[in-house]
């Protein structure tokens, strides 16, 4: 049975989440936040829900630790919280978070994500060894509107012949980018779209996978 890890300081909600999650996963909790990445390091949790607003130290802050830490970045996190607005999913997101759910939670929807997430995690450990290292990008291709664009982004989660990354468009399942790394203008090589993220966030998230060789690229 997987296991989450949830993080909220209000109890009641704690509660709520264990009774609504607990007979299709492990459930660990804790109310204090500085203990989370504890946590996280000795149960070795296969997703984290994580709330935003707590004392002492914020769900911001803890997001940008698991997804840069060296032993937790792998693992999805996902911010339950009743905080909403397009900005504040869209900062989230770019601190590493794979999913965001606003308070009350509508759980039949949260535990579909969780399948979902859980079961693509499962395909790319097989498929392919990822890691999360930051790295800035510009894309040119066509929009889905047949329109040429230029997108300035950056990735955090990347393989040796794929990568996700927002883009301030919307693209089709199929279209190619070409891919430059942002730094120094390099060119990496030509990229399809293989996925949109569910995620709801002011910029989707795209799997991207290159096509034809590579070069420049950071897992060279």
Known sequence: MAKLLVVDDDKAMRSLMRASLVH???VIDTGEPEEALAMALEHKPDAILLDLRMPKYSGFELCQTFSSFSSTQLIPVIIVSGEGGA????????LGSVGYFEKPVNFDELLSFLTGILERRRVERRGELRVRL??????????DCGKQFESVTATDNLGRNSFFAPVDRALTLGSVVEVFLKKDEKAVGKATVVREDEAEVLHPR???????????????
């Open 134 to 143: 930051r790295v800035g990008l510009k894309l040119r291709g066509l929009d």
């Open 87 to 94: 900005s504040t999913k869209q900062f989230c997101a770019e």
């Open 206 to 220: 795209y799997a991207f996978r290159f096509i034809g060789s590579t070069e420049n690229w950071v897992l060279d």
């Open 24 to 26: 299709a996963y492990e």
